[in-house]
């Protein structure tokens, strides 16, 4: 090797270990373990990412001294993705967006009993995504310029595409149901603002005043989580109350559940290191977001492994898939962020407000000036990794324990969760409006095989396809396109994801066939549905039809691809002999079971603090609701009822001081001024 | 002049006293901030609020809260109806260009009204104009028609956002400019140039100094123009960029006329609402004398602190800050009002392609 090139080598790992002597030495330590605390707790909670969590933490950087700023943020930044899998293993809500797909392996292995086994395999296989994203930023912080420019508008439409191609390996049993629900999710992605013409879509301006609060709301689109944790978090909470039982269906939890989760993270080491790196390279991209690349690696663990039949029913490497990109990705992330000050992810968004409010500008100059600064970064995330997943290993066995109480008692305490991580989107009635409507569809999808997935999917990238399709064809020809490398692997790979999904449905198609599950009781009610979807297709594209052509076209070609497919599942259902798979009807399942409670009844439960909110405001309503749902429903006694929406009442207001946040009034407060926290 | 002396200390005591009938000790004000955290607003907020909190009477707790509902307009409305009647000063509006474009617009949403407003400090910036070396200009005066027969494209956020700006600009020097919206802000404008999708672009002065002139310097990109800075009623020269011709000053040089007519005006308002003085702190106007007074002066005494303008400097690029009653006023005006043929002129021009 030549003389230089070992310089050079050695000057870099000098600075490399330089900045590990300064984050593990001093009160920098102090500090990043301070954000991986704060980390922690902030993914547990629903609604709360790294984006807000960092948000919180601005005005306290502001100030301080650059590397230990730094170290809090990064020692936050890095564990959310870690800690977020707590809620989506044990409560089938996601902790925040990147936990997503955890979700749909991690709860049923939670009911199995399973839930420390899968809570350590997670965390082993993010710990592994996080420290990969570190090793990968440093090898590549300094080349990695042309591997982004490389990646242009047209890629990333690809890119997107080939996260709507997932779908099909993703969805249920039904591919019409599955694409109506993409769809669905599509025209939710089309609210608010449109990316080419700047006009406002599908905000009932047309039947409504514009300054109708429904409208002003709709104007800003609707909030990832608000659909996220409406499309999981309200059926299967709603599902749990039925039933009222444990999440476990055993009350002994499996023993050894951590020392199985690592045997877990070992034996697919290989699945692991894939997906680590499909995060990395899509979090490398800025533009597309890291919405999609959990459920990008959740459908590349299922298309790659052997025995794919129980994912969705409860397999380990569905979790440990997403689990490995989610962290991953957040590396990945950085790069741009650091080389051209554009940051690849929302987290990343606000840590580049941080850095600036520290006085470190990142951008183009900075890996030539400020190395030892990106150093400092890359330990940080590296340090508070392996922090945080030791913290969350040692918590996993513990917590566990909760999937064995009565989810009766736990409801109430889950649902103001949920109701104040919906309203934490926006801050607005309109969050905790909107969450309730679409958590009453997803209800009836869970019951009729609507795929979820596929709606969220669509959801996530309606706003991509749309925009990069427009303009990749302003920025590019046809013939100009066809020469770029990347983009015409991206249509293979699409291709061979799009052929894998087709596979996969196929085999399904065989087992749903031989089973007798889904006899149908009675089809009115999915041909209920099935109108109320076709009618959302064609009112999407009447209303959309007085707009500008950019602004219409995509809303108009979803609308009536939708209401296409409405008709094919409607045909299907009209000519099928009753027990067909078409007619799918999950109640069929627990027909008959009479310590089932009704339906309504459990979603008027959910839904009943906001009626009682409108009246005497969020805050008091919460607490009151706890209460009585304690002692009359649960039955609990009136002491701990009484602690309970007490304890309640107290974090609120600990939240309302420390997020200077004020909770939706009611029409009491409308007529007195009542004094802080119940105004 | 015994006499003058006497009343401008009997003024100066007036005034003081004044200042110190409002007392702040012990109290939080909230600055409402219609952005979310992190983002260029909300790092101005985040800077400003403990210089006020130093120089506020009493030295109050300055707390930022991010209001997101219904997005910058929602929010601002929301700050209008609750706030709208306050007299005590202790929940100040933080607006931006974002705020201004869609008043200028006449978006029908907007429920606020600049005019029940007092301003009590004001934040500008600027901008430069910038294109790909490949374009082969130097100067835009002397190669504009080089620059003209060139493929132009330039990436939007959209027509009624700061964008505006840009577009009429490159409409009123005649530029074919294929202008391609659906950007997410200017950092994904940037990240288009960069990768060559796009040919023309400008950034804000902060951006541009951070992130673009490294790239001048190493000859990838070139920069051709600003947008000017206000000087006297003028547009003129931006100070930070000697060197660069503004933008009125191009126009006159290529088309041969005055930067005069409906269209200079159009522009000149646009610029001030979007750039000149985007951000504003403001009181609702039904806040007492006093309270108002009382920003103000603590206004002033930021801008005479050499170390908190230091910090802000450094925090936020070196903009030009503006305080004291009449010179706010006037910026106000001219940021947020629009003569009737202006209007006009700017709604049509909105419709066209």
């Known amino acids: 090797m030549p003389p230089f090139f070992l310089y050079v080598i050695n000057i870099m790992f000098e600075a490399l270990f330089a900045a590990l002597a300064t984050i593990i030495s001093g009160q920098s330590i102090f500090f990043l373990i301070l954000g991986v605390l704060i980390g922690l707790v902030v993914g547990v909670i629903p609604g709360f990412g790294g984006t807000v969590g960092l948000s919180l933490l601005l005005p306290f950087v502001?100030?301080?001294?650059?590397?230990?700023?730094?170290?809090?943020?990064?020692?936050?930044?890095?564990?959310?993705?870690?800690?977020?899998?707590?809620?989506?293993?044990?409560?089938?809500?996601?902790?925040?967006?990147?936990?997503?797909?955890?979700?749909?392996?991690?709860?049923?292995?939670?009911?199995?009993?399973?839930?420390?086994?899968?809570?350590?395999?997670?965390?082993?296989?993010?710990?592994?995504?996080?420290?990969?994203?570190?090793?990968?930023?440093?090898?590549?912080?300094?080349?990695?310029?042309?591997?982004?420019?490389?990646?242009?508008?047209?890629?990333?439409?690809?890119?997107?595409?080939?996260?709507?191609?997932?779908?099909?390996?993703?969805?249920?049993?039904?591919?019409?149901?599955?694409?109506?629900?993409?769809?669905?999710?599509?025209?939710?992605?089309?609210?608010?603002?449109?990316?080419?013409?700047?006009?406002?879509?599908?905000?009932?301006?047309?039947?409504?005043?514009?300054?109708?609060?429904?409208?002003?709301?709709?104007?800003?689109?609707?909030?990832?989580?608000?659909?996220?944790?409406?499309?999981?978090?309200?059926?299967?909470?709603?599902?749990?109350?039925?039933?009222?039982?444990?999440?476990?269906?055993?009350?002994?939890?499996?023993?050894?559940?951590?020392?199985?989760?690592?045997?877990?993270?070992?034996?697919?080491?290989?699945?692991?290191?894939?997906?680590?790196?499909?995060?990395?390279?899509?979090?490398?991209i800025p533009g597309i977001g890291g919405s999609c690349i959990d459920w990008i690696s959740y459908s590349h663990a299922k298309t790659t492994v052997k025995n794919n039949e129980n994912f969705g029913k409860g397999d380990i490497r569905g979790v440990i898939g997403p689990e490995s990109s989610s962290n991953s990705k957040e590396g990945g992330a950085l790069i741009p962020t650091l080389l051209f000050g554009i940051p690849g992810s929302g987290g990343t968004a606000i840590l580049m407000g941080g850095l600036i409010l520290l006085g470190v500008d990142p951008g183009i100059t900075m890996v030539d000036t400020q190395l030892d600064l990106i150093y400092t970064i890359i330990w940080s995330l590296a340090v508070a990794n392996i922090f945080g997943a030791i913290i969350c290993v040692a918590m996993a066995k513990p917590i566990s324990q909760l999937t064995t109480i009565n989810f009766t008692i736990l409801a109430p305490f889950l649902i103001s969760l949920i109701l104040f991580a919906i309203f934490n989107s926006t801050r607005s009635w309109g969050d905790l409006i909107f969450a309730t409507f679409i958590g009453v569809i997803a209800v009836y999808m869970k019951r009729f095989d609507y795929s979820r997935v596929a709606l969220m999917i669509g959801f996530v990238l309606s706003d991509s396809i749309e925009t990069y399709l427009y303009q990749t064809m302003q920025f590019y020809t046809f013939s100009e396109l066809f020469i770029r490398p990347i983009f015409l692997v991206l249509i293979l790979v699409s291709a061979f994801s799009i052929y894998s999904g087709i596979k996969i449905i196929n085999k399904k198609d065989k087992i749903a066939n031989t089973k007798s599950d889904v006899l149908n009781a009675k089809s009115r009610p999915q041909w209920v549905f099935l109108i109320l979807l076709s009618i959302i297709s064609v009112y999407t594209v009447f209303v959309t039809d007085h707009l500008q052509y950019l602004g219409k076209i995509f809303p108009i070609s979803v609308g009536l691809f939708m209401f296409l497919f409405c008709i094919i599942i409607g045909i299907q259902m009209f000519i099928s002999k009753s027990g067909s798979k078409v007619f799918h009807d999950a109640e069929n399942l627990i027909l008959g079971n009479t310590e089932i409670r009704s339906q309504w009844l459990t979603i008027f439960w959910f839904i009943s603090p906001l009626f009682l909110s409108v009246f005497i405001g969020f805050y008091i309503s919460i607490g009151l609701f706890v209460f009585i749902f304690l002692s009359k429903i649960a039955r609990a006694s009136f002491r701990f009822s009484l602690i309970s929406s007490i304890g309640v009442w107290i974090a609120l207001a600990a939240i309302s001081h420390f997020m200077i946040m004020d909770f939706p009034p009611g029409i009491l407060q409308g007529y007195i001024e009542l004094p802080w926290p119940i105004n | 002049m015994l006499k003058k002396v006497l009343a401008v200390f009997a003024a100066s005591l007036f005034s003081v006293t004044a200042a110190l009938a409002v007392d702040y000790s012990g109290k939080t004000v909230t600055m409402w901030i219609p952005f979310k955290a992190g983002g260029g607003s909300d790092t101005w907020a985040r800077a400003i609020g403990p210089a006020f909190s130093a120089n506020l009477p009493g030295n109050p707790t300055v707390v930022v809260k991010n209001v997101t509902d219904g997005k910058a307009i929602g929010a601002s409305n929301k700050y209008f109806a609750e706030h709208g009647k306050d007299k005590d000063g202790m929940v100040v509006f933080g607006t931006s260009g974002s705020v201004q474009m869609p008043f200028i617009f006449k978006d029908e949403r907007v429920r606020y009204q600049y005019k029940n407003m007092v301003p009590i400090f004001a934040s500008g910036t600027g901008g430069v104009v910038y294109v790909r070396k490949d374009m082969g200009v130097t100067d835009i005066i002397k190669d504009f028609d080089k620059l003209k027969g060139q493929k132009l494209v330039y990436g939007s956020q959209g027509k009624t956002s700061l964008d505006a700006v840009p577009i009429l600009a490159f409409d009123m020097l005649g530029l074919p400019v294929n202008v391609v919206y659906g950007m997410k802000g200017r950092k994904a404008g940037r990240a288009a140039i960069l990768r060559g999708e796009t040919t023309i672009d400008y950034q804000t002065t902060a951006s541009y100094l951070k992130h673009v002139k490294p790239l001048v310097e190493k000859g990838e990109m070139v920069a051709v123009m600003t947008w000017g800075a206000p000087s006297g009623g003028e547009v003129s020269r931006d100070p930070n960029f000697p060197d660069l011709p503004a933008f009125p000053e191009v126009y006159e040089a290529v088309t041969g006329n005055k930067f005069k007519g409906t269209e200079a005006k159009s522009w000149t308002a646009l610029f001030y609402a979007g750039f000149a003085t985007q951000k504003y702190v403001m009181l609702p106007k039904s806040a007492k004398r006093d309270v108002v007074k009382a920003w103000q002066n603590a206004a002033a005494a930021i801008v005479n602190d050499p170390a908190a303008m230091k910090v802000l400097n450094k925090k936020l690029g070196k903009y030009d800050q503006v305080t004291g009653s009449k010179a706010l006023k006037s910026a106000l005006k001219k940021a947020t009002s629009i003569d009737s043929k202006s209007e006009k002129f700017l709604q049509s021009w909105k419709d066209t392609k």
């Not at chain 1, 409560?91 to 392996?105: E, L, R, Y």
């Not at chain 1, 800003?220 to 944790?229: D, K, R, S």
């Open chain 1, 62 to 284: 502001f100030g301080m001294e650059p590397v230990s700023g730094i170290a809090m943020m990064m020692g936050l930044l890095s564990v959310v993705a870690t800690s977020d899998t707590f809620p989506a293993v044990l409560i089938g809500v996601p902790g925040s967006v990147s936990a997503q797909a955890t979700v749909m392996d991690g709860f049923p292995l939670a009911k199995k009993g399973q839930a420390a086994r899968a809570l350590s395999a997670a965390f082993f296989s993010s710990l592994f995504g996080g420290l990969f994203g570190a090793v990968l930023l440093t090898m590549v912080i300094q080349i990695a310029k042309p591997i982004i420019l490389a990646f242009g508008t047209g890629e990333m439409l690809m890119l997107a595409i080939f996260g709507i191609s997932v779908v099909g390996t993703l969805t249920g049993s039904s591919i019409f149901k599955g694409l109506v629900a993409a769809c669905l999710g599509m025209i939710i992605g089309c609210i608010g603002i449109s990316p080419a013409s700047s006009e406002y879509r599908l905000d009932f301006s047309t039947i409504l005043e514009v300054q109708n609060p429904i409208v002003m709301y709709l104007g800003g689109g609707i909030h990832l989580m608000v659909v996220a944790i409406a499309i999981f978090a309200f059926p299967e909470i709603v599902e749990l109350l039925r039933s009222n039982k444990a999440v476990s269906e055993k009350a002994e939890l499996e023993k050894s559940g951590w020392f199985k989760g690592l045997r877990d993270f070992l034996s697919n080491k290989f699945l692991v290191l894939r997906c680590s790196f499909i995060g990395s390279l899509i979090g490398l």
